[in-house]
């Protein structure tokens, strides 16, 4: 398959831009922070930030506000000025990592030059704030402490709800729970009353369901939404958390935000009026009270995920010999990109759905353990995206056995060799990472890997930290800095090959994720020791 950027394809003049709705902006009234503001990011100093925005003869100039220090600045042109006169974002979306505006990019209206004002956030060091986004330069633009600042990657505001009725955007949904006969579930709204209610949704029977007047009302309406974005669930503890994500209002006009909660043994989504401090959830044909829950927020961690469009947790796929690991990388709260299991065929069972293709590949297993057989010949697996997704931060996790009987064999590599392309491969026994346009490029673990040994070989890179380690057995093996990094493009792949003719891996593999963050060092290990209880 041709490999395609589409999704960052720069706007044309006659391209859809999504603009935000007028009451997603509320004015910051003597330089007081409204009641729904949405958080974006935040500075050195720890302070959370919010989207500035004033307008002035119909030209919208952009900025952020730092609400500890009470101060707004905004973007306009070559400079950053102060504002005393602006408006809050109040309103939703999800951050996606681009180097191009996507089709599907919200904008805050007509900037300076006429052009949508897009709404971009970027990372620098402490920083995660709001940027503008510069047609001429190609790139985003902020200032870092008054210093104008560019950035060829960056982050961009799209929507983050969509249609129930759209099969795509069910495969896109943040799969939040599992109800009480597995199906996973996603947060949900529908109109009811004056009203638009959060509640769940049944990826199973694509049904949703919300708390109304007491009673569970069951939704087939194709009109209702799903939540297709992001974020983090933080336990209620008597106050709303200022991350929370809004997701509906309710007859009165009052804020409602999504919340989970734990039911007869199993977990339902709801909805929390804050006004009224009261919480239900839709369950067993009743709206029930419940006073124990969680909220769901935006992921301004230190350790936040990339939020990336991804399809639901692969809980209809079938069942995977590699389910003892997926049960500790469920337990990590990431999500899969790439997940290869061995059992008798290649199909990628992460969320993202890569096409996958097979070339001269067999199969064998023990109890507990099925592998796919690499013969070092011509034997492949072809992976391949309808549009690249960039990864800031990632983590690769497979379990190989190989002869270790050629110069180079390769694990997973991307096809070609261009700027964010990754090589991850055995070179003379040593095992390298390698991604263009880091530096250096490569860095190489010489571990002692005797051949015919099953590893259990875990690597995680941040961008941002210019940093990477590898992982054998569920222990640090190599810890590496960059001076130069860029983010790993997943898109056209091989795994035991490159370009199809070289590197062919000779051995065994298990099992090969790729997870959109960062394993923590507790999650790798109880990776390998789920592994040693559950196979061989």
Known sequence: MKRTSSLFLLLALASITLFSQAQDWQPAVSGRLPALSTPVGYTSAGGVVFLARSVKAGRASLGWFDADTGKAILIEGDKSIPASNFDIYAGAGRWVAAQKIPEVALSAGKGADGQPAFILRVSSGAWLIPAVYSASDEAAVAFIDGKRTLFGSFEVLVPDWASSGDGNAVRQGFVSAKDSNGSALLPFRATQGSGLHPGKFAVTSRTGWISYGGKEIV??????????????????????????????????????????????????????????????????????????????????????????????????????????????????????????????????????????????????????????????????????????????????????????????????????????????????????????????????????????????????????????????????????????????????????????????????????????????????????????????
């Open 219 to 536: 939704v087939q309406d194709p009109k209702s939404e799903i939540f297709i974005g992001s974020g983090v669930w933080q336990a209620f503890k008597g106050q709303l958390p200022q991350e929370a994500i809004r997701g509906g209002y309710d007859n009165d006009g009052s804020a409602l935000y999504m919340i989970r909660a734990k039911q007869a043994g199993a977990q339902a989504l709801g909805k929390y009026n804050a006004a009224r401090g009261e919480a239900y959830i839709p369950y067993g044909g009743n709206e029930i009270k419940v006073t124990s829950f969680e909220v769901l927020c935006y992921d301004l961690g230190r350790n936040r995920q990339d939020s990336i469009v991804l399809a639901p947790d692969a809980a209809e796929a079938p069942a995977s010999a590699a389910s003892y690991v997926d049960d500790a990388i469920r337990a990590s709260g990431l999500r899969s990109v790439l997940s290869l299991d061995f059992n008798q065929e290649a199909q990628d069972l992460s969320p993202a759905r890569a096409s996958t293709s097979t070339r001269n590949l067999s199969f064998g297993s023990v109890p507990g353990t099925n592998y796919a057989v690499f013969d070092g010949r011509d034997a492949t697996v072809d992976v391949d995206y309808p549009n690249d997704i960039n990864l800031s931060r990632f983590t690769v996790l497979v379990r190989v056995k190989s002869a270790l009987n050629k110069t180079w064999e390769a694990i997973i590599n991307n096809r070609g060799w261009t700027e964010s392309n990754m090589h991850f491969q055995f070179h003379d026994s040593q095992l390298e990472f390698a991604l263009n346009g880091n530096n250096p490029t490569n860095v190489d673990l010489n571990y002692g890997f005797r051949p015919g040994q099953w590893y259990q070989i875990v690597l995680v890179y941040d961008m941002r930290a210019r940093s990477a380690a590898i992982y054998v057995d569920g222990a640090k093996a190599g810890d590496y800095v960059f001076e130069k990094t860029v983010p790993y493009s997943v898109g056209s792949m091989e795994v035991g090959a490159w370009d199809g003719e070289d590197r062919f891996f000779s051995g065994q593999i298990d099992y090969l994720y790729v997870l959109n963050g960062i394993m923590s060092e507790r999650d790798i290990l109880s990776s390998f020791q789920s592994h040693l209880s559950g196979g061989s």
